[in-house]
């Protein structure tokens, strides 16, 4: 990992480093393994039961152990949030890259004035609209599982499960039609769990802005699955 002494700089996703090795970031709700080779690896999330505050103190320190654990509880929700907010998954995953980086540099700014989880989510928005400046010709995202047809029901395949797939795809392709600020209030929310509060905060907007946002999404996906209904 980057050497600790740049870490006074602030947490957010400018620092232009890289982890030397590369975090992987699971596609699937899988929680993501940090990489690493030392001794002192970590033992599973189940085995360590710190809180993240705890855990973001040792990472402080330069305890790569405990930063694992962080990346282990947090870093499938991070790349989730990304991928829907970036036009493909090797972005999401640069993005998500970036913001794991920034934080464990930035690990000794955190004052414990949010959550954990709620700080990640503000340093993964940075990183994600930064990617989305470089690539601002980029389409509309919509995640690869999305671009598929309807699925034939007179297959072999249960009925319910073809649905279930095909309502996914649906609902993928209308938050990609979502403009973005509505489409990261709606996954933060309705996806994530955040309250307005942490919403407004991993944005950097406020709570009214975030529920005017909120409301114009769900306006126009109740719209969009009208005939879902």
Known sequence: MPSRA???????????????????????????????????????????????EALVGRA???????????????????????????????????????????????????????????????????????SARRRSHAPVPVPDDARREPRDLTSDEPAEHLLATDLRAALDRALAALPGPQRAVWLLVEVEGMTYADAARVLGTTHAAVRGSLERARHTL??????WR
């Open 222 to 227: 109740a719209g969009r699955f009208a005939s």
């Open 60 to 130: 402080a320190l330069g305890d790569h152990a405990a930063f694992t654990t962080l990346v282990t509880r947090h870093g499938a929700a991070l790349y989730r949030y990304a991928r829907r907010l970036l036009p493909s998954a090797h972005d999401a995953e640069d993005a998500v890259q970036d913001a794991l980086t920034a934080a464990w540099l930035g690990a000794d700014a955190y004052r414990g004035d949010a959550s954990v989880r709620t700080w990640l989510f503000g340093i993964q928005t940075n990183c994600v609209r930064r």
């Open 6 to 52: 740049a870490s006074s700089r602030q947490t957010e996703c400018d620092l232009g480093h890289t982890l030397p090795h590369r975090v992987p970031v699971e596609r699937t709700p899988a929680p993501p393994a940090a990489a690493t080779t030392t001794r002192d690896a970590p033992p599973a999330d189940g085995d360590d039961d710190r809180p993240d």
